[in-house]
């Protein structure tokens, strides 16, 4: 199993500190956004391969960071055993001519002809959940899955995937960032897609898929065939704007 990273984002919402600093770069508690991600990744043995995607502004960010943690572990417990990381620039350069999440994926996909299942995450999250039980859940039920959480905030599922479920947890409806929520259940984006799906991701871009957001994919791919959701137990720190890193930032014992 491949990871792929979605890292290729601008973070308007996060200007100034954003306008020429990757937020998963951002340090919470002592390390960066993405440091928690890896940390965790690295823990996975069915994982051999994780791909962050970046874009032409913030490419040599990712790449000082990849060489100062390779020189930091060095001859410590604490390498990436079994784990190799691999940097990719998706050739953009703003805002307005960004690939989007999707578009990023697809790029990734063909990159590095990748043909192994794959598990997608954003780079700007701190998961406090465990991704093993995640990729176990998959293993025993291979089809595309996605996370779920209950979330009782209504204004805040409108700005997220929102997902109603059938059956043995299958999805039978799911929206992106609708008008009006259709379930308690929010959609973080961490999603599993078997090696059998990759070719439908080419095949939504090239109907007119929405490339924005990663959760459009799921919006197309859930009506096509069966999509499947796990429900995580912990939380998720979504790190969008300044608030919510400042949030952050104070759940990790940090003065504001």
């Not at 502004?57 to 060489?67: I, P």
């Not at 690939?99 to 598990?119: E, K, S, T, Y």
């Not at 700005?159 to 299958?170: F, I, K, V």
Request: glycine share 6%; hydrophobic share 35%.
């Amino acid at each position: 199993m491949k990871a792929i990273i979605l890292a290729a984002g601008y973070a308007t919402r996060l200007y100034p500190l954003t306008k020429d600093f990757p937020k998963p770069l951002l340090e919470v508690g002592g390390q960066t956004i993405l440091d928690y991600l890896i940390d965790q990744l690295k823990t996975i043995p069915e994982l051999d391969h994780a791909y962050i995607v970046t874009n032409s502004r913030f490419h040599s960010h990712f790449t000082d960071w990849a060489q100062n943690r390779a020189a930091q572990a060095q001859d410590s417990e604490q390498a990436h055993v079994g784990l190799r990381t691999d940097i990719l620039d998706d050739g953009t350069f703003s805002n307005d001519d960004r690939l989007g999440a999707v578009g990023d994926l697809q790029f990734v996909i063909q990159a590095r002809d990748i043909h192994d299942d794959i598990l997608v995450l954003a780079a700007d999250n701190i998961l406090q959940f465990s991704l093993q039980t995640f990729i176990n859940i998959f293993k025993n039920n291979p089809n595309t899955h996605i996370t779920i959480r209950s979330n009782p905030d209504v204004e805040d599922r409108k700005r997220r995937g929102n997902a109603r479920l059938g059956e043995n947890h299958e999805v039978i409806e799911f929206i992106e960032k609708p008008e009006t929520s259709i379930s308690e259940w929010s959609v973080p984006p961490v999603y599993i897609y078997p090696t059998t799906v990759l070719p439908r991701i080419n095949e939504y871009l090239d109907n007119g898929g929405n490339p924005d957001a990663p959760g459009h994919l799921i919006e197309w791919l859930h009506k096509e065939e069966t999509v499947y959701a796990h429900e995580i137990e912990g939380e998720i720190i979504d790190i969008g704007n300044h608030e919510s890193l400042a949030a952050a930032r104070r759940i990790f014992g940090e003065d504001q």
